[in-house]
């Protein structure tokens, strides 16, 4: 059972498009991550979220996360094709587990054309 | 400052065989982490080390799998009777506290393994 659920899977824009990817569960998560991965590489962590109806900025990227603590939603603005690459959203904490074992999104694998 | 290391990168077995895979941490970090990832998925988590102790390994998914970290730094996963199914990415990752709040994990490159 995915208890994160990452929409798109997958989104091919051109250059300068906005976009926004979903991360949305029924469990209520202490914080949430935000995550970009390239091939052959390991995740990076972009931002965390804590707070119920955070927003984050992170240059074009603008995170935030819902008053309820269970979804949360990245958008990027003006795209360039070196954001390309697979944008995870991870869960820490959900339904009283331990803090370390984050729950991950299947990912959304964005391609930004010139 | 070195980050989070694998090896090997990439590890060809057959199927019935046992492979280990190493994980060495960012030094200092007393938590590390092992998860799984295969091809269009997010990673899976499989356990979590707090020191050299496992403090939640409630991802593995049988007891052909098995992960070590004796001195508190260095882990090994260890896999008996491989099978097709455990192709994917065995990613490790590490952090300074591990508990009480939100840790960011640094992640290693990850290694790639196939089960022929």
């Known amino acids: 059972t995915q208890l994160l659920e990452q929409s798109p899977q997958f989104l091919s824009i051109q250059e300068g498009e906005n976009l926004t990817v979903y991360c949305n569960s029924s469990?209520?998560?202490?914080?949430l991550q935000w995550y970009r991965q390239e091939p052959g590489e390991g995740p990076v962590l972009l931002v965390t979220?804590?707070?119920?109806?955070e927003v984050k900025k992170l240059k074009r990227l603008t995170f935030q996360f819902g008053d309820a603590r269970k979804d949360s939603s990245l958008h990027i603005t003006a795209a360039q094709p070196g954001d390309t690459g697979l944008y995870l959203c991870?869960?820490?904490?959900?339904?009283?587990?331990?803090?370390?074992?984050?729950?991950f999104g299947q990912g959304t694998i964005l391609t930004v054309h010139p | 400052g070195a980050g989070v290391s694998q090896t090997p990168s990439n590890k060809v077995t057959e199927k019935g065989k046992y492979v280990e895979l190493r994980c060495d941490p960012i030094?200092?970090?007393?938590?590390l982490y092992w998860y799984r990832q295969s091809l269009g998925q997010g990673p899976e988590f499989l356990i979590y080390?707090?020191?050299?102790?496992?403090?939640?390994d409630s991802g593995l998914p049988n007891d052909r799998f098995f992960a070590v970290r004796p001195e508190g730094s260095v882990s090994t996963l260890k896999i008996q009777r491989t099978e097709r199914g455990d192709s994917a990415v065995y990613l490790c990752?590490?952090?300074?506290?591990?508990?009480?709040?939100?840790?960011?994990?640094?992640f290693g490159p990850g290694t790639r393994l196939t089960v022929l």
């Open positions: 990752a590490s952090s300074l506290l591990g508990a009480g709040g939100p840790d960011e994990q640094f």
């Open positions: 469990s209520v998560f202490s914080s």
């Open positions: 979220v804590v707070t119920g109806g």
């Open positions: 991870a869960g820490e904490g959900a339904g009283g587990t331990s803090y370390g074992k984050l729950t």
């Open positions: 030094s200092g970090h007393t938590a």
């Open positions: 080390f707090q020191g050299t102790g496992a403090a939640d």
